[in-house]
Nanobody, 128 residues
């Protein structure tokens, strides 16, 4: 059974940092697209960062570029999101997700419709 479990959320002040983790089990995402998405209250879910695990290629939304970093653990069973210089508008439920399709080349997009496996989310709250 495939499971993704996020952790690391919490409440911090603006300008602070958090590191989210996503532990995966039941599947190995070694040549797949994996990503972090978030949903703020009253808003649609949006893609934040994406990584092609076969080569480490990454992409970010404009709103987090330069502040967030997505990475995969060496054992490839954990996905991370390092978030620095956090802003109140970063407040949201954060989800990790993975595409089951194995790719020979990069080409990941931050579309939730491409993702097959999802975690339940971890809440991030940033106060001003």
């Amino acid at each position: 059974q495939v499971q993704l479990a996020e952790s690391g959320g919490g409440s911090v002040q603006a300008g602070g940092s958090l590191r989210l983790s996503c532990a995966t089990s039941g599947a190995t995402y070694s040549s797949n697209c994996m990503g972090w998405f978030r949903q703020a209250p009253g808003k649609e879910r949006e893609g934040v960062a994406i990584i092609y695990t076969g080569g480490g290629n990454t992409a970010y939304s404009d709103s987090v570029k330069g502040r967030f970093t997505i990475a995969q653990g060496i054992a490839k069973n954990t996905l991370y999101l390092q978030m620095n210089n956090l802003k109140p508008e970063d407040t949201a439920m954060y989800y990790c997700a993975a595409e089951r399709r194995r790719r020979l080349t990069p080409g990941c997009t931050m579309s939730e419709y491409n993702m097959d496996d999802w975690g339940k989310g971890t809440l991030v709250t940033i106060s001003s």
